[in-house]
C-alpha cells in the first residue's frame, strides 16, 4: 500500500457504510476512511482539498442513488474541476443492477469499475 | 385587278416630275428667243445707221462730183485757148477768169506733149515749169492712165513740186485727131475737202477716210489723219471712178450700237429668269401634288399585288359573289380546293349548289340587312358541301364591296373550313361531359377553385421574396390580413360526395357559405395554402380540420393542384378534401394506447427500479452482515452487528410496506368515487397537522370556497392534502414566516387544487423529472424520506388526474393537482 492510502465511501445508506468501514479496517492496518453520506457533502470536501493543495483521496467508493447530489453529479462536477483522474481511483458501488446504470458507468473514462452491492472483502482488497 | 401600265404617265412626268429641268430649256428657249429679237433689233438699227450714212456720204459723193464735173469743164474751156497751132490764146486770162468763177480750184495748167508749159497763177508754181509728166515716176503711170482714159482723170493726191498736196485733173487734148497734150487743173486736198462738205465733217461717232488704189503698187493708200483700219467697222464707201479714190464713212465705235442693246438685253434676261422661276414655283407644286399621287399610286399596285397575293394564296376560302344573281365572280385556290371544283367551273356555278341546308332564308335576310346598310358584315357557320358530297363545316363572313350610297353590286365571303375544328370541340365536349360525371361521381370528395382573386391580394402584400418562415410569421401577426387573403377564394363546383362530407344538399349552400367555415379552420392550415400561393406552387397537401353543416367537426386531408394552363392566375384548381376523421381517430387511439403503454411501462420500469435498487440495498446489507457474522469471533461485536441487522430489517419493512401502499393504488383500477366536499376535507388535514402548524408557525389560508363538491375517491383526496400540506410545512424557508395558500379553479369545467408555499423551492431545472419519483429526496432533513409525492402522484394518476409543480428556489412552490371528474 503506497503512502497515500485514503479512501472515500460516498453513500446515503448509513448500515453499508458502518459496514464497509469494519470490513475496510479489517483488511488493512493503516488506513484513512473517509465517509460522506450525500455527493454534495464529499464534493465540497473534494474542493476544499484542491483549493489547499492536499491530496485527494487514493480510491473513492461512489454511490449512485443519492439525494441532493447523486454519484453521476458528483462526478460531473468533480470533472469540471478537471482534477488528475489517474491518481484517483473511482469505483461505483450500486445496489442497482439495472444495465442502463452499468452502461453509463462504462461510458465514462474516469470511473475505473463497478460493483454491485453487497461488496466483498475480496474484492475491497483487489482496489486497494 | 389589273395593274394600270406607267408608261402614259411618261410626258406628264418629264414636265411635272422635273420641274427644275423643265425649267431650265424654258429658260435656254427663252434666252435663244431673246437672242434672236435683240440680233433682229440689232440689224435693224444697224441697217438704219448704214442708210443715214449712206445719205451722208451721198451729199458729199455729189458735192464731190460737182467739183469733178467743174474741173472737167475747166479742163476743157481751158484746152479752148488752143489755137490751131496748138499754142494757147490767152491763157491768162481765161485761166484767170475761170479761177474767179471756180473759187474750189487752185490752179490750172496746159501741159504740151506732157511737159507743164503753162501754169496760173504762176506765183509760187514757178517750180512746176517743165516737168515732164512722163519723164517723172510717179505721174507717168496716171499721165498714161489718163490718156488711155480719154476723159478727165483725177491724179494724186501727191505731194506737189511746188509744195502742199493736192489732186491733180488732166483731161487729155487732142488736135487734129493728134494728142497734143494735157489741160489739167489741180485742187489742193484741203479745198478738195472743204467742198466736199468733208473737212468740217464732224459728227461723233463717224468720221471720213478717203483712200486710193495705188496704181503702182495696187495697194489701197489713206489720205487724211483719221485711222484707216476699219475693215470690220461699220462703214460706207462710194467710189469715185475718176480718180479711183474710195470715202468711207466709218462709225467709230462699232459696239455703240450694242450698248443702246444692253437695257434690252438686261430687261430679257430678267425676264427669263424670273418666268423661269414662276414657272419652276408653278410646276413643283402640281409636281409635289404629282409625286403624291405616283407614291400612292404604287403603294396601290403594291397593295393591289399584296392584296391579289394574299387572295390567291390565303388558306381561307374567298370569294366575291354577285348580289343578285348569287353567281362565283371571284374565287381563289382555296375555296376551289374546299368546295373540290376547278376555279372555272365555279366561276359559272352558282351559291346554292354548294350549300346544304335548302332553307338559306335566314342567309338571305342577312344578306338583305347587308344589302339596306343595316348591317356591315354579317358571320355565318353553314354546312356547305362540296361537288364530291363531302360535307364541310364552314364560317362565313360576308362584306359589302360597295360603299355607302352605292348601288349594290357584290359581295365578299371569306370562308373558313371549321370542320375539324367543329370536330375537336365534339371531342372536346364529349370529353368534358366525360370529366364532368368523373367529377360529380367520383368517390372523392372533389371541388374546383378559383384562387385568382387570392393570389392578386397576396401580390398587393408584396411577401414573394421572403422565405416561408417569414411569411408565415407575417400572417401569424396579421390574422386580418390571413383571413381577407383566404376569403377571396371562390368556389366553382362541388361534388356530390363534398356535398355529402360537408352533410349539405345544396351546393349554393356550400358556396355561400364555404368563407364562413374556411374561417374556422387552423391558421396554420391556411397559411401553408398561402404560402403554396405565393412561392407559386402548382399542388398543395395539407390537413385540416373542417366542420359541417351540421356542426360536425371533420378531419380532412386536402390536396390540390391548379389546372395546366392556370398556373400563372390560380382561376382553375382542383381541390379533393379527402375524409381522414376515422384514420385520424384511429391514430388518435393508437397514439392514446401507446402512449398508456410507454407510461405503464416507464411505471413498470420505475418499479422494478424501485425493487432492484430499494430492496436490493436492504438485501445486500443483509447479506454482507451475514458474512461478517460467520467470522464474529467476539460477543461485543456479533451485537453490534444484529443491531445493524434489526436495523435493515425495520426499514425494509418500511419499504415493503411503502411498496404495498403503492401497489395497492396501482392495482385498483376502479376506485370508489364520491361527492366530497373539498373545503372541509382541507380543514380536516389541517387539524390533523395543527402540532406541527404550530411549531412552525405557519399561517394556512383555506381558501376554497366552502361547498366546493368533487367527485373523488375520500383516502386519496386525504392523503394528497396531508402530503401536499406537510411538505409546504416541512420545507419552510428558515427566514420567514411560512404561509400556505389552499384554492381551487374551474379550468375547462374540471376542478384544479392549488397549494402555494413561500418555502425553499425546488430547482426544477435539476430535479425536474425526480420531483415525484419514489425515495427522491433534494434536500439533507432526515425527515426527508422522498415517498410522499411519489405516492401523490400515484393517487392522482390512479384517478385519471395529474399533478403538476412550478417553483423558484427561495421564493416557493406551488402544486396542481387537475383532478379529471368523470363527467
Known amino acids: ?128 | 385587278m389589273s395593274i394600270k401600265n406607267k408608261s402614259k404617265y411618261n410626258l406628264t412626268n418629264l414636265i411635272v416630275l422635273k420641274p427644275k429641268v423643265f425649267s431650265v430649256i424654258c429658260f435656254f428657249i427663252l434666252s435663244l428667243i431673246g437672242f434672236f429679237i435683240i440680233k433682229q433689233q440689232h440689224s435693224i438699227s444697224e441697217e438704219k445707221e448704214r442708210l443715214e450714212m449712206q445719205k451722208m456720204l451721198n451729199v458729199v459723193q455729189r458735192n464731190i462730183e460737182q467739183i469733178l464735173q467743174n474741173s472737167h469743164t475747166i479742163t476743157l474751156s481751158l484746152a479752148q485757148t488752143i489755137d490751131r497751132t496748138g499754142t494757147p490764146q490767152n491763157f491768162e486770162a481765161v485761166a484767170k477768169r475761170l479761177l474767179d468763177n471756180n473759187k474750189n480750184i487752185d490752179i490750172v495748167q496746159l501741159v504740151p506733149n506732157g511737159v507743164i508749159k503753162y501754169i496760173y497763177p504762176l506765183k509760187g508754181n514757178e517750180e512746176a515749169i517743165g516737168l515732164n509728166l512722163f519723164n517723172t515716176k510717179h505721174t507717168k503711170d496716171e499721165a498714161l492712165k489718163t490718156i488711155e482714159r480719154n476723159d478727165i482723170y483725177f491724179a494724186g493726191p501727191l505731194e506737189l513740186v511746188q509744195g502742199g498736196k493736192a489732186i491733180i485733173g488732166r483731161t487729155p487734148i487732142y488736135r487734129d485727131r493728134k494728142f497734143w497734150g494735157f489741160s489739167a487743173i489741180i485742187i489742193s486736198l484741203s479745198n478738195l475737202l472743204k467742198e466736199a462738205g468733208l473737212s468740217d465733217f464732224n459728227i461723233s461717232g463717224y468720221f471720213i477716210q478717203l483712200s486710193k488704189i495705188n496704181p503702182v503698187t495696187n495697194k489701197e493708200e489713206f489720205f487724211l489723219d483719221n485711222p484707216y483700219n476699219f475693215d470690220s467697222s461699220i462703214k460706207e464707201t462710194i467710189k469715185l471712178p475718176q480718180g479711183n479714190w474710195s470715202i468711207h464713212l466709218v462709225k467709230e465705235k462699232s459696239n455703240t450700237a450694242l450698248i443702246s442693246l444692253y437695257p434690252t438685253i438686261i430687261l430679257w434676261v430678267i425676264f427669263c429668269i424670273s418666268s423661269t422661276i414662276l414657272l419652276y414655283f408653278l410646276l413643283k407644286k402640281p409636281s409635289e401634288l404629282q409625286q403624291v399621287i405616283v407614291n400612292q399610286d404604287e403603294r396601290i399596285s403594291k397593295n393591289e399585288k399584296e392584296l391579289q397575293v394574299i387572295f390567291d394564296n390565303a388558306a381561307l376560302g374567298i370569294a366575291v359573289i354577285d348580289i343578285r344573281s348569287r353567281v362565283f365572280i371571284k374565287v381563289n385556290q382555296q375555296l376551289s380546293k374546299m368546295l373540290e371544283c376547278p376555279i372555272s367551273s365555279l366561276l359559272k356555278a352558282n351559291v346554292h349548289e354548294f350549300i346544304l341546308e335548302k332553307d338559306t332564308s335566314n342567309f338571305d335576310s342577312l344578306l338583305n340587312d347587308l344589302r339596306e346598310g343595316n348591317l356591315n358584315k354579317f358571320s355565318a357557320t353553314k354546312k356547305l358541301i362540296s361537288k364530291n358530297k363531302k360535307i364541310i363545316w364552314a364560317n362565313i363572313t360576308v362584306s359589302p364591296m360597295w360603299h355607302k350610297g352605292e348601288n349594290p353590286s357584290s359581295y365578299i365571303t371569306v370562308i373558313e373550313d371549321i370542320t375539324e375544328k367543329k370536330k375537336s370541340s365534339e371531342l372536346l365536349q364529349k370529353s368534358e361531359s366525360r370529366f364532368k360525371s368523373l367529377f360529380e361521381d367520383s368517390p372523392i370528395p372533389l371541388s374546383e377553385e378559383d384562387m385568382s382573386g387570392v393570389q392578386e391580394e397576396l401580390k398587393k402584400l408584396d411577401l414573394s421574396k421572403l422565405p416561408p418562415t417569414k411569411i408565415y410569421r407575417y400572417f401569424k401577426e396579421h390574422p386580418k390580413d390571413l383571413y381577407r387573403c383566404i376569403n377571396k377564394t371562390n368556389i366553382i363546383d362541388i361534388n356530390k360526395e363534398m356535398m355529402l362530407l360537408k352533410d349539405t344538399n345544396s351546393k349554393n349552400e356550400y358556396i355561400n357559405n364555404y368563407k364562413l367555415f374556411t374561417l374556422n379552420r387552423a391558421p396554420n392550415y391556411l397559411i401553408k395554402k398561402l404560402i403554396a400561393i405565393i412561392k407559386n406552387q402548382t399542388s398543395f397537401v395539407g390537413e385540416t380540420k373542417i366542420q359541417t353543416f351540421n356542426g360536425e367537426e371533420k378531419d380532412v386531408l386536402v390536396k390540390w393542384y391548379v389546372v395546366p394552363g392556370y398556373e400563372n392566375n390560380y382561376k382553375r384548381v382542383f381541390v379533393s378534401t379527402e375524409n381522414i376523421t376515422e384514420r385520424k381517430n384511429a391514430v388518435r387511439e393508437l397514439k392514446k394506447s401507446h402512449n398508456t403503454l410507454i407510461e405503464r411501462n416507464k411505471r413498470l420500469l420505475d418499479f422494478s427500479y424501485i425493487i432492484s435498487h430499494n430492496l436490493r440495498s436492504h438485501t445486500s446489507n443483509i447479506q454482507t452482515i451475514i458474512d461478517n457474522l460467520e467470522y464474529v469471533d467476539n460477543e461485543e461485536e456479533r451485537t453490534e452487528l444484529l443491531g445493524l441487522l434489526k436495523q435493515v430489517s425495520d426499514s425494509l419493512d418500511e419499504t415493503i410496506h411503502n411498496l404495498n401502499e403503492i401497489t395497492s393504488i396501482r392495482a385498483n383500477v376502479n376506485i370508489s368515487r364520491e361527492p366530497l366536499d373539498i373545503y372541509s376535507y382541507t380543514q380536516k388535514t389541517i387539524n390533523i397537522l395543527s402540532s406541527k402548524i404550530d411549531k412552525s408557525n405557519a399561517i394556512i389560508h383555506n381558501k376554497i370556497e366552502p361547498d366546493t363538491i368533487i367527485l373523488y375517491n375520500p383516502a386519496y383526496l386525504e392523503s394528497i392534502l396531508l402530503n401536499l400540506l406537510s411538505n409546504a410545512i416541512k420545507y419552510a424557508h428558515s427566514e420567514r414566516q411560512p404561509e400556505i395558500s389552499i384554492y381551487t379553479r374551474t379550468f375547462k369545467g374540471n376542478l384544479q387544487l392549488f397549494v402555494k408555499d413561500n418555502g425553499i423551492g425546488i430547482d426544477l431545472e435539476k430535479h425536474g423529472e425526480k420531483i415525484f419519483g419514489m425515495y427522491k429526496t433534494f434536500t439533507k432533513r432526515d425527515d426527508s424520506r422522498g415517498i410522499g409525492l411519489f405516492i401523490t402522484k400515484n393517487q392522482v394518476e390512479g384517478m385519471g388526474g395529474k399533478i403538476e409543480v412550478k417553483s423558484s428556489i427561495n421564493e416557493g412552490s406551488i402544486f396542481k393537482v387537475f383532478f379529471n371528474e368523470p363527467k
Open chain 1, 1 to 128: 500500500m503506497s503512502q497515500n492510502s485514503t479512501i472515500c465511501i460516498i453513500d446515503d445508506d448509513k448500515i453499508y457504510q458502518s459496514l464497509t468501514k469494519r470490513m475496510l479496517l479489517k483488511l488493512v492496518d493503516e488506513i484513512d476512511i473517509e465517509q460522506f453520506l450525500d455527493g454534495s457533502d464529499a464534493f465540497e470536501s473534494f474542493r476544499e482539498k484542491i483549493a489547499s493543495g492536499e491530496q485527494l483521496p487514493k480510491v473513492v467508493l461512489l454511490d449512485i442513488n443519492m439525494p441532493t447530489m447523486d454519484g453521476w453529479e458528483f462526478l460531473s462536477k468533480l470533472e469540471k474541476l478537471k482534477i488528475d483522474f489517474s491518481e484517483v481511483d473511482i469505483h461505483i458501488v450500486s445496489s442497482s443492477i439495472a444495465i442502463q446504470d452499468m452502461e453509463k458507468a462504462k461510458a465514462n473514462v474516469n470511473i475505473l469499475g463497478y460493483i454491485t452491492k453487497p461488496i466483498k472483502p475480496e474484492i475491497l482488497k483487489n482496489i486497494l
